[in-house]
């Protein structure tokens, strides 16, 4: 069984930087890409980001490209997005995932974690 715990988030103000984390655990939870989506108030979930296993190759959606940095430490089974000059339409609950899509769907997801950002 497959479990991911988010935490890191909380209330910033556009232009500050919040690190989110999440820790997963599971068969094969290491050799999976891993990622996060979003979903803001009234909206569909989005894909934000996603981290290969392996040698990592990373992936982004355009609305935060050059401005967040995922990560992962696959000996702790740990996966990060750093979030820089955050705008207050990144506000949202950010989701860790596997195998993450770009439609905003996953083959797993945890309980998400509230980012807002206030103008």
């Known amino acids: 069984q497959v479990q991911l715990v988010e935490s890191g988030g909380g209330l910033v103000q556009a232009g500050d930087s919040l690190r989110l984390s999440c820790a997963a655990s599971?068969?094969?939870?290491?050799?999976?890409?891993l990622g996060w989506l979003r979903q803001a108030p009234g909206k569909e979930r989005e894909f934000v980001a996603s981290?290969?296993?392996?040698?990592?190759?990373?992936n982004y959606a355009a609305s935060v490209k050059g401005r967040f940095t995922i990560s992962r430490d696959n000996a702790k089974n740990m996966v990060y997005l750093q979030m820089n000059s955050l705008k207050p339409e990144d506000t949202a609950v950010y989701y860790c995932?596997?195998?993450?899509?770009?439609?905003?769907?996953?083959?797993?997801w945890g309980q998400g974690t509230q980012v807002t950002v206030s103008s």
């Open positions: 995932a596997v195998g993450p899509k770009s439609t905003g769907l996953a083959d797993y």
């Open positions: 599971g068969r094969t939870v290491s050799t999976r890409n």
């Open positions: 981290i290969t296993w392996g040698i990592p190759s990373t």
